[in-house]
């Protein structure tokens, strides 16, 4: 399971003002807290009330870099704000740049534009793709599989490895009036994406936007990635630092066959996986 | 299980690891040992992801055997009262990369021989050969437990690779063996859940799983080996996942398990041909069956059998290093 730390991320209170307050050791703390609890990559997330998006990116990387060499996920969907990102990272150990809608109604060639800097920015850069497109995020299960097929046959037109690719399917909240629906759909999508292509694309999600506003938040995240886990998802944008949660990756995956089972597991799960 | 492509690059691999050491990192020996690397399916991918070639560790008995049939006590008769001889023997005679010492005479049920006994055949086969030793309890782990801390000490700074620890008895071994600077052989019973699990118990002692060698057990050729097969099979696969704690490189004992197969040793079986032949088979045939399953070091006996076997990992590795 390759997770993606969510929690430097402008829309926390802590990171927007640690942003504002050039205050590197809030940022640095929490680099190291969720590379310890078992982040594969750290999300960089600039949030939207910076006014300088492109250097509080630059910012961020560079103040993380200093504390460890994690590589990061450059989370926007502005495509200057991950090349400014890019400018400055270290990318030896990889990065991910997320995310891609396929198009927009303002820019018909977003995807390729990731597509471009990740083939730039070295062999082990990889992209996050979500199911939208100009039209909006889609409500039913063909429309996401459609737009995911778009997706990863763009990609290999241009020749971009789809092991290199994750399908975000966007987790939108259930609390919303009439979101009940998605959940399911959203499993029924994954059922079909994984076999859009051989190697498949990784398939990833935004978890925590599962529960916003709900109560219960932990118990629905941690419900959901193991039923996400159970249809083929193999990365995801969490909270680390939910212990809970951490414990249900561990335990969905080993009853997947994809850990070998030893009484041990859950205190080995984030050590033995995590690079 | 899923198979797995062999044209794809693994995230992980096996652990290398060294045994051994010269006069420059403070040991005696003149030769040393370098197992695991591999980054791919056992002879799959490319030739440079292939690891170091798999080395044969050979037995030699504190004691003289009491239980071995003549065909394979035969070629060691003149040596078997002294494991110096006999070590040497290994070593110039038969080519062997590492010498297995066996403290089979150590177990109560034996010849019940002390830790002094012990330690000076540890000694004395250090003195006599200049490769890496593997030093092998008896089995009986009250015994081992008074026995193989002080011939770990004996070796210390030698490099040896001792054992076995096991999920119920790891701790005394376990500690002496990072203190001495030793590599560890961690046990389990054919079962691979429990051989995560010592090697995380291990591992929480604070040993380094860069100096681990996994046993999982072996069985013979006839008796078994399907399962020694399937779970060294399973232990590469996770490894090359990025599975740490099962990433090691793997020790089997074809020796002992091949030698106790009635189709090797009986004399009374008509159409079976000449033991003399086929106990040398068996043992080869089973060593070259766990070779193919991913087996780092082998523990083999007869010095037939051990030719055979060395001629065929010359064969596939030179073949693969060419190819």
Known sequence: ?275 | MPIPEVADGFTGSVTRLALGTGPDEGGTRTSTVVVGGSQNVVYGGAPADAGERPVIAMDVLDVRPADWPDVLLGPFDRVADDPADWAKMCVEDCGADLVCLKFDGVHPDKADKDAEHAVRVTEAVLNAVGVPLVLWGSGNDDKDNQVMPKVSGAAKGERCLIGTVTEDNYKSLTAIALADDHCLITEAPLDINIAKQVNILVSDMGFPLERIVTFQSTGGLGYGIEYAYSIQERQRLAALGGDKMMAMPAICDVGYESWRCKEAKLDEAPGWGPTENRGPMWEAATAVCLLQAGVDIIRMRHPKAVATVKAFIDELWNGSSEA
């Not at chain 1, 597509?115 to 939208?132: D, F, H, N, Q």
């Not at chain 1, 809970?244 to 009853?255: G, K």
């Open chain 1, 1 to 275: 399971m390759i997770l993606i730390g969510e929690r430097i991320n402008g829309m926390f209170k802590n990171v927007k003002e640690a942003i504002a307050n050039k205050d590197a050791k809030v940022i640095q703390e929490l680099a190291i807290k969720q590379t310890e609890a078992g982040a594969a990559y750290l999300d960089v997330n600039v949030g939207t009330a910076a006014a300088d998006q492109e250097g509080a990116m630059q910012w961020l990387v560079e103040t993380i870099q200093e504390a460890c060499s994690t590589p990061l996920s450059l989370d926007s969907q502005k495509p200057a704000v991950i090349a400014a990102g890019l400018k400055v990272i270290n990318a030896k150990n990889g990065v991910v740049l997320n995310s891609t809608p396929l198009n927009k109604k303002s820019d018909e060639e977003v995807f390729d534009k990731y597509v471009e800097m990740a083939e730039a920015a070295g062999p082990k850069a990889s992209i996050i793709a979500l199911t939208m497109d100009k039209n909006g995020v889609p409500q039913d299960v063909d429309t996401r599989v459609a737009i995911a097929a778009d997706i990863v046959s763009r990609a290999m037109e241009r020749g971009f490895d789809t092991q290199r690719l994750f399908i975000d399917t966007i987790v939108l909240p259930v609390k919303v009036p009439d979101a009940q629906a998605q959940p399911g759909n959203i499993l029924a999508a994954m059922d079909q994406i994984r076999y859009l292509s051989d190697p498949p694309p990784h398939l990833t999600i935004g978890l925590s936007n599962l529960s916003q506003g709900a109560t219960e938040r932990s118990l629905i995240n941690r419900i959901f990635l193991t039923m996400a886990i159970s249809h083929g998802l193999d990365s995801a944008i969490v909270d680390v630092l939910d212990q809970p949660l951490m414990n249900a990756v561990a335990t969905a995956e080993m009853l997947m066959n994809k850990q070998i089972y030893s009484d041990s597991f859950l205190k080995v799960y984030a050590s033995a996986t995590a690079d």
